[in-house]
């Protein structure tokens, strides 16, 4: 009998972008708190057994869209080929006085019978204790979204769709996962906004001047430049692998992006044993005047 040896990835999950996002998809911790109604938890695969050519298949059209598009596919995989639930709709536009007023992430039945109104959203956003033109802390790299806006739209409007459109819906969920970045000298507030859940995932911001920050506390590592839709999981890579960066390059690349482009920069530092090389830290490298941009 072959074993993994102790601490080493299997080969699926090495090798497999989207085995290691559905996994994260699925069991990374919720963005937001939800009450024990809304906790209602469906089937966690063993991830050795999920078809990884199938789930890539199916994914593979979703991996020319925006992130939020990709995760809503890894979401729907889960519930359809994983959990066997029944979708009754998918992207339901609903209607009022000939106008469209909405749309409906996902509508299903789950294994009592019971239809669900789910909404699914995946969001990144950077804490910035100061004062901006937001009137949020919790701010998008691109500083047009925030968490509370989310929030309202999602809660106020979105899932409140269902009541009047769909009467035959008996649990209306969120599903929202993500991460939250600070910078390394201003911690998270002690009070966190309604609904943020007091356990989501964290990564940290530097602006570009402070760089070398990564460096200073990591000691040597390797780095990777994160491409949308590729946000999700944790960087995972072979030492060999063309896209890792040293330090100088590493710069090198983003101090010729930020002389065009105001854009945040989404890198993952990573450390290598052996033959695998791991992230140890997610950090969105931002512009001098961000978030004023």
């Given at each position: 009998?072959?074993?993994?040896?102790?601490?080493?990835?299997?080969?699926?999950?090495?090798?497999?972008?989207?085995?290691?996002?559905?996994?994260?998809?699925?069991?990374?911790?919720?963005?937001?708190?939800?009450?024990?109604?809304?906790?209602?938890?469906?089937?966690?695969?063993?991830?050795?057994?999920?078809?990884?050519?199938?789930?890539?298949?199916?994914?593979?059209?979703?991996?020319?869209?925006?992130?939020?598009?990709?995760?809503?596919?890894?979401?729907?995989?889960?519930?359809?080929?994983?959990?066997?639930?029944?979708?009754?709709?998918?992207?339901?536009?609903?209607?009022?006085?000939?106008?469209?007023?909405?749309?409906?992430?996902?509508?299903?039945?789950?294994?009592?019978?019971?239809?669900?109104?789910?909404?699914?959203?995946?969001?990144?956003?950077?804490?910035?204790?100061?004062e901006n033109h937001t009137g949020s802390h919790f701010v998008g790299p691109n500083v047009k979204d925030t968490f509370e806006k989310k929030m309202r739209r999602l809660f106020g409007f979105q899932l409140p769709l269902s009541q009047a459109h769909f009467p035959e819906v008996t649990r209306r969920q969120a599903f929202v996962k993500g991460m939250i970045f600070y910078h390394p000298d201003h911690p998270a507030p002690t009070r966190l906004p309604e609904k943020l859940s007091p356990t989501h995932l964290r990564g940290s911001w530097l602006h570009l001047s402070e760089l070398s920050r990564l460096?200073?506390?990591?000691?040597?590592?390797?780095?990777?430049?994160?491409?949308?839709?590729?946000?999700?999981?944790?960087?995972?890579?072979?030492?060999?692998?063309?896209?890792?960066?040293?330090?100088?390059?590493?710069?090198?690349?983003?101090?010729?992006?930020?002389?065009?482009?105001?854009?945040?920069?989404?890198?993952?530092?990573?450390?290598?044993?052996?033959?695998?090389?791991?992230?140890?830290?997610?950090?969105?490298?931002?512009?001098?005047?961000?978030?004023?941009?």
């Amino acid at each position: 009998m072959n074993h993994q040896p102790e601490n080493q990835p299997s080969q699926n999950v090495l090798q497999s972008q989207p085995l290691r996002d559905l996994k994260w998809a699925i069991s990374s911790p919720s963005l937001i708190t939800q009450s024990s109604e809304e906790q209602h938890l469906f089937e966690v695969p063993d991830f050795q057994t999920v078809d990884v050519l199938h789930l890539e298949n199916y994914l593979a059209p979703y991996s020319h869209f925006r992130i939020g598009t990709y995760f809503e596919g890894l979401v729907l995989y889960w519930l359809e080929h994983i959990c066997r639930l029944k979708i009754i709709a998918r992207h339901q536009q609903i209607f009022e006085a000939n106008q469209t007023i909405g749309e409906i992430d996902i509508l299903f039945e789950d294994e009592a019978g019971v239809v669900n109104h789910w909404e699914i959203a995946v969001k990144f956003y950077l804490y910035d204790p100061g004062e901006n033109h937001t009137g949020s802390h919790f701010v998008g790299p691109n500083v047009k979204d925030t968490f509370e806006k989310k929030m309202r739209r999602l809660f106020g409007f979105q899932l409140p769709l269902s009541q009047a459109h769909f009467p035959e819906v008996t649990r209306r969920q969120a599903f929202v996962k993500g991460m939250i970045f600070y910078h390394p000298d201003h911690p998270a507030p002690t009070r966190l906004p309604e609904k943020l859940s007091p356990t989501h995932l964290r990564g940290s911001w530097l602006h570009l001047s402070e760089l070398s920050r990564l460096t200073a506390q990591h000691g040597e590592l390797r780095f990777l430049i994160r491409e949308k839709p590729d946000w999700l999981s944790a960087a995972l890579c072979s030492k060999t692998e063309n896209r890792l960066l040293g330090f100088n390059e590493l710069q090198q690349q983003l101090e010729t992006h930020f002389q065009h482009n105001h854009r945040p920069i989404l890198i993952s530092a990573l450390t290598c044993q052996q033959s695998v090389c791991r992230e140890v830290e997610r950090t969105f490298i931002v512009s001098e005047s961000w978030p004023q941009i």
